[in-house]
């Protein structure tokens, strides 16, 4: 069984930057897919990027898209997410989630049901 561990929320300025982890252990990530979704206060868990296994294929949401990187370390069993040009609208959770694939079809990336495992998550707030 797998373990997700996010760490690196807290509180920041509109403009400003945070780098999220999410250490894995239980299983090693170097042949999965892996992806960080966010949910906000009454909203759904809305999608926010992928990572393939060998980090050679991401995907963003529109709305992040320029602004956050996911990577990976599979040594280190960790991927990042770093978050440039924080708005306040990027408030919220922010949850770490792997599949049991190594890479997952582009039109299924941003569906919850394509991952298996989930963090705890962390939370993420940006001040205006």
């Known amino acids: 069984q797998m373990q997700l561990t996010e760490s690196g929320g807290g509180l920041v300025q509109a403009g400003g930057s945070l780098r999220l982890s999410c250490a894995a252990s239980?299983?090693?990530?170097?042949?999965?897919?892996m992806g960080w979704f966010r949910q906000a206060p009454g909203k759904e868990r809305d999608f926010v990027g992928y990572?393939?296994?060998?980090?050679?294929?991401?995907y963003y949401a529109d709305s992040v898209k320029g602004r956050f990187t996911i990577s990976r370390d599979n040594a280190k069993n960790t991927v990042h997410l770093q978050m440039n040009s924080l708005k306040p609208e990027d408030t919220a959770v922010y949850y770490c989630?792997?599949?049991?694939?190594?890479?997952?079809?582009?039109?299924?990336?941003?569906?919850?049901?394509?991952?298996?495992?989930w963090g705890q998550g962390t939370q993420v707030t940006v001040s205006s």
């Open positions: 989630a792997a599949t049991n694939q190594a890479n997952v079809d582009s039109d299924l990336v941003t569906a919850t049901a394509s991952y298996n495992y």
């Open positions: 239980g299983r090693t990530i170097r042949a999965i897919a």
């Open positions: 990572i393939n296994w060998g980090g050679g294929s991401t």
